[in-house]
């Protein structure tokens, strides 16, 4: 298994560039969580997914957007990036809440400039 | 709102000590807690995770507590060796919803 895998691994995009980052996880696990982590701080959860066709916010999910079609992929997508958005962004998957470890990717940097 | 906290944010150690992190939250009503690794431009790596109804969880030399009712965990690192050093994060998954809640973490170095 290649567990959670993320893409790109680094981005730089100008003010009022689009883009999506995409992750893809082959464990079959149904939930699945976009974080954004910035610089010596702990992870804000920014959307989430708790199966195929089913979305919900985090605590910062302003200025992004997620769609979930299938499974495995889990893609965020950012509209109309800002300075803001300068983060490290991460994907994970667990098989369930009932007491299982949560699956990290290796994470996206992103810089708005 | 479940705030996590963790304390200190650094921390540097000689090879061979033992040592204690810790990490605080405010809301007792939570089904688990879990700790993390993070190293330097990676990803995050589950180390050990506690259920609500048990006490402690042990994976080598790492040794957690889970102490519910006074909203702390620590995590215990035996005989650190300088591969210890990382950033180390709790997260907690309280009973309602299915969001996890981070620490900020702490940054973990052992001197050889």
């Known amino acids: 298994n290649a567990g959670v895998t993320q893409t790109p691994k680094f981005r730089i995009l100008k003010i009022g560039q689009s883009m999506t980052l995409q992750c893809t996880q082959d464990?079959?696990?149904?939930?699945m969580y976009w974080y954004r982590q910035d610089p010596g701080m702990g992870l804000k959860l920014i959307y989430y997914?708790?199966?195929?066709?089913?979305?919900d916010k985090g605590e910062v999910p302003n200025g992004y957007n997620v769609s979930r079609s299938t499974t495995e992929d889990f893609p965020l997508r950012l509209e109309l990036a800002a300075p803001s958005q300068t983060s490290v962004y991460f994907c994970?998957?667990?098989?369930?809440?009932?007491?299982?470890?949560?699956?990290f990717g290796s994470g996206t940097q992103l810089s708005v400039l | 709102k479940q705030e996590v906290t963790q304390i200190p944010a650094a921390l540097s150690v000689p090879e061979g000590e033992n040592l204690v992190l810790n990490c605080s939250f405010t809301?007792?009503?939570?089904?688990?807690l879990q700790w993390f690794r993070q190293d330097p431009g990676k990803g995050l790596t589950s180390l050990l995770l506690?259920?609500?109804?048990?006490r402690e969880q042990t994976s080598g030399r790492l040794n957690a507590s889970l102490d519910k009712s006074s909203g702390r965990s620590t995590l215990y690192i035996a005989a650190s060796q300088p591969g210890d050093s990382a950033t180390y994060l709790c997260?907690?998954?309280?009973?309602?919803?299915?969001?996890?809640?981070f620490g900020g973490g702490t940054r973990l170095m052992v001197k050889p």
């Open positions: 809301d007792s009503a939570i089904y688990n």
């Open positions: 464990m079959n696990h149904n939930y």
């Open positions: 506690i259920q609500s109804s048990q």
């Open positions: 994970a998957s667990v098989s369930g809440t009932q007491g299982r470890k949560l699956f």
């Open positions: 997914s708790v199966g195929a066709g089913i979305t």
């Open positions: 997260a907690v998954r309280s009973n309602a919803g299915n969001m996890l809640t």
